[in-house]
């Protein structure tokens, strides 16, 4: 007799994917092929929604990179209107990519093999650190699932393997902390649950320290606990620091790679440069553009305006000086760029003016 299967299982991936060797060896009627057909389209359609999901958050989580390098709200505006650069293209791409790959199919192998934090805290690790831990002196030996077995004289573990099952990296905590382990603690809740149910107290698999399941006194403070808490303290120090010194303005300058400079009838010397300004403050600032570094060097064009908050401009800037001031082919010459309402955000950056020595 063939059994039923309930609408709601069908919407399990398990039920999905283990369904076809069943299928092969029972006899097919009518009713049980039509089963059949719905539960294929039904994980046909559950597989397509999970990867849709996978790719949706991927593709989320590339726009959220590339956005830490340039205004996310005039990316996302370029993304709809096809009109986003190709390097920013080309980052969102390769961070979905390997967002996809990673968090969809990888998983727990990049905690394996690719992720270095579990390599650096072990070796922070001493006999003191509060670490997830089985107590073998508790558990072992382990007791079956057999009655004869459960009533000799064993420990408190009775070989469910839970705490293996509900593992993301796959480990047995029973061998001991192993550097897969990420502190998750799901098998310590598994295994207190298991506890529970048995009559047994919890905490066959706890938080505790290797001296600990050894009888000893475990000492919290230490010098090596001393010395990572003075250098925590030091990189928050620093840190703050940094933000405190921090000038909400991006500068960029590059010269213009077709035309090293031009000559004009008045024997001046031009050059031409491109300024990616990007006012990263929240609030408009109107800023002021000068340049020196030759005497007599001028600047052509318009030397003040506004950004709103979060506004990236490209200007086209042109320097000219008078040939006779030019000792040398290349000069250093120094653009600088302050807000007019604020000084203190101000940023100099030096670049090369080139022409023809003087004869």
């Given at each position: 007799?063939?059994?039923?299967?309930?609408?709601?299982?069908?919407?399990?991936?398990?039920?999905?994917?283990?369904?076809?060797?069943?299928?092969?060896?029972?006899?097919?009627?009518?009713?049980?092929?039509?089963?059949?057909?719905?539960?294929?389209?039904?994980?046909?359609?559950?597989?397509?929604?999970?990867?849709?999901?996978?790719?949706?958050?991927?593709?989320?989580?590339?726009?959220?990179?590339?956005?830490?390098?340039?205004?996310?709200?005039?990316?996302?505006?370029?993304?709809?209107?096809?009109?986003?650069?190709?390097?920013?293209?080309?980052?969102?791409?390769?961070?979905?990519?390997?967002?996809?790959?990673?968090?969809?199919?990888?998983?727990?192998?990049?905690?394996?093999?690719?992720?270095?934090?579990?390599?650096?805290?072990?070796?922070?690790?001493?006999?003191?650190?509060?670490?997830?831990?089985?107590?073998?002196?508790?558990?072992?030996?382990?007791?079956?699932?057999?009655?004869?077995?459960?009533?000799?004289?064993?420990?408190?573990?009775?070989?469910?393997?839970?705490?293996?099952?509900?593992?993301?990296?796959?480990?047995?905590?029973?061998?001991?902390?192993?550097?897969?382990?990420?502190?998750?603690?799901?098998?310590?809740?598994?295994?207190?649950?298991?506890?529970?149910?048995?009559?047994?107290?919890?905490?066959?698999?706890?938080?505790?320290?290797?001296?600990?399941?050894?009888?000893?006194?475990?000492?919290?403070?230490?010098?090596?606990?001393?010395?990572?808490?003075?250098?925590?303290?030091?990189?928050?120090?620093?840190?703050?620091?940094?933000?405190?010194?921090?000038?909400?303005?991006?500068v960029e300058v590059a010269r213009d790679r077709q035309t090293l400079f031009e000559s004009t009838a008045?024997?001046?010397?031009?050059?031409?440069?491109?300024?990616?300004?990007?006012?990263?403050?929240?609030?408009?600032?109107?800023?002021?553009?000068?340049?020196?570094?030759?005497?007599?060097?001028?600047?052509?064009?318009?030397?003040?305006?506004?950004?709103?908050?979060?506004?990236?401009?490209?200007?086209?800037?042109?320097?000219?000086?008078?040939?006779?001031?030019?000792?040398?082919?290349?000069?250093?010459?120094?653009?600088?760029?302050?807000?007019?309402?604020?000084?203190?955000?101000?940023?100099?950056?030096?670049t090369r003016f080139l022409g023809s020595t003087r004869q």
């Open positions: 007799m063939t059994q039923r299967i309930p609408l709601q299982d069908l919407t399990s991936d398990a039920a999905v994917e283990h369904h076809s060797p069943q299928a092969k060896t029972t006899g097919r009627s009518p009713s049980t092929s039509g089963h059949i057909y719905v539960r294929e389209i039904q994980g046909f359609f559950q597989r397509i929604r999970r990867y849709s999901n996978w790719l949706l958050i991927a593709l989320v989580t590339g726009v959220t990179f590339v956005g830490y390098f340039t205004p996310v709200g005039g990316l996302v505006r370029d993304l709809f209107s096809l009109e986003a650069h190709p390097w920013a293209l080309f980052w969102i791409g390769f961070f979905t990519l390997f967002t996809y790959l990673n968090a969809g199919w990888l998983r727990h192998q990049v905690c394996l093999h690719m992720c270095p934090y579990a390599r650096f805290q072990s070796a922070m690790f001493d006999s003191h650190t509060l670490i997830v831990s089985y107590d073998s002196a508790r558990g072992e030996p382990r007791r079956g699932h057999r009655k004869e077995v459960a009533e000799a004289a064993a420990g408190d573990c009775i070989d469910c393997e839970l705490c293996v099952q509900v593992c993301p990296t796959g480990i047995d905590i029973r061998d001991g902390l192993q550097y897969e382990c990420i502190g998750c603690a799901a098998c310590i809740d598994a295994c207190d649950s298991v506890m529970a149910r048995i009559d047994k107290p919890l905490g066959l698999i706890r938080y505790t320290t290797e001296r600990a399941l050894e009888g000893k006194p475990t000492r919290f403070w230490r010098p090596q606990l001393l010395a990572y808490m003075a250098a925590l303290f030091s990189m928050v120090v620093l840190l703050i620091g940094f933000l405190n010194a921090r000038v909400p303005m991006d008045e024997g001046r010397i031009i050059n031409y440069y491109t300024v990616t300004l990007r006012n990263q403050d929240t609030k408009e600032h109107q800023y002021a553009l000068s340049a020196t570094g030759l005497p007599g060097l001028r600047l052509q064009g318009a030397d003040t305006f506004v950004l709103a908050a979060n506004e990236t401009r490209q200007l086209r800037v042109a320097l000219n000086a008078d040939a006779s001031a030019l000792t040398q082919p290349s000069h250093p010459v120094v653009l600088h760029i302050a807000a007019l309402d604020e000084p203190s955000i101000s940023s100099n950056i030096e």
